[in-house]
């Protein structure tokens, strides 16, 4: 899709869990005269059935949607519709983790949820012509990773990150490597760190993500 055309207003589906923050962004929204809210969603399901019948320009994204459907992924099953609308992420997780799951994933833009309504409207407007959009904290974040790579997976590190993604305990790890825990633990450490995550769901997810997994 090619965003507005002609001076019409930009169609917008909003998906956030939390009901009063939808109504806190559909009352922002219904301000702006040339943004048109087509539907709401609390969920990546109902967001995907809404987007099929309602053909938005931009979706508004957030990323954690309690169970089902997290908004990267959602993102990514928007992005495979034809016509498929753009995806602006509306969140307040800015890990280098989310930011990465949410570009690959297809998002256009990424923004923080303490921005400015006149950043949000600036932001929907540049998503609905397809340029990127992104809150100033998340460019640096993003500029940063480029600018420096994080190093590469160790093998070991790999083979950690694979028992891992099985859902198996350090104790567990530790017993299948012939290794102790504190060894288990210093891998995981060194393996968040360049992955950027601080969790053993977040490592996995951008494990699988980056395609590191066998």
């Keep these: 899709m090619t965003g507005t055309t002609g001076g019409n207003p930009v169609r917008i589906l909003v998906c956030d869990d939390h009901a009063v923050v939808r109504a806190g962004l559909l009352a922002l929204l219904h301000s702006a005269p040339d943004i048109e809210v087509v539907g709401e969603a609390g ?13 938005p320009d931009v979706v508004l994204m957030d990323l954690q949607l309690g169970s089902g459907m997290d908004g990267a992924e959602t993102t990514r099953r928007l992005r495979a ?16 983790a ?10 256009t833009g990424y923004l923080l949820k303490a921005e400015r309504a ?25 500029l940063a990773r480029l600018r420096s790579p994080r190093p590469a997976l160790t093998p070991r590190e790999r ?7 099985q859902g198996l305990s350090n104790h567990a790890i530790a017993r299948a490597l012939y290794i102790s825990e504190a060894t288990v633990k210093t891998h995981l450490r060194r393996i968040y760190d360049k992955l950027g995550v601080d969790t053993r769901a977040g490592a996995v997810a951008v494990a699988k993500e980056q395609r590191l997994l066998p």
């Design 98 to 107: 989310d930011v990465t799951r949410a570009i690959e994933a297809g998002a």
């Design 43 to 55: 969920s990546g399901e109902e967001a995907l059935a809404l987007a099929r019948r309602t053909r």
């Design 159 to 165: 083979e950690i990150l694979a028992h891992l993604s």
């Design 118 to 142: 006149e950043d949000l409207f600036t932001a929907i407007h540049a998503s609905a012509q397809g340029r990127p959009a992104l809150s100033p904290p998340v460019a640096d974040r993003v």
């Design 81 to 96: 519709l034809a016509p498929a609308p753009y995806v602006l992420v509306l969140t307040t997780y800015d890990t280098d």
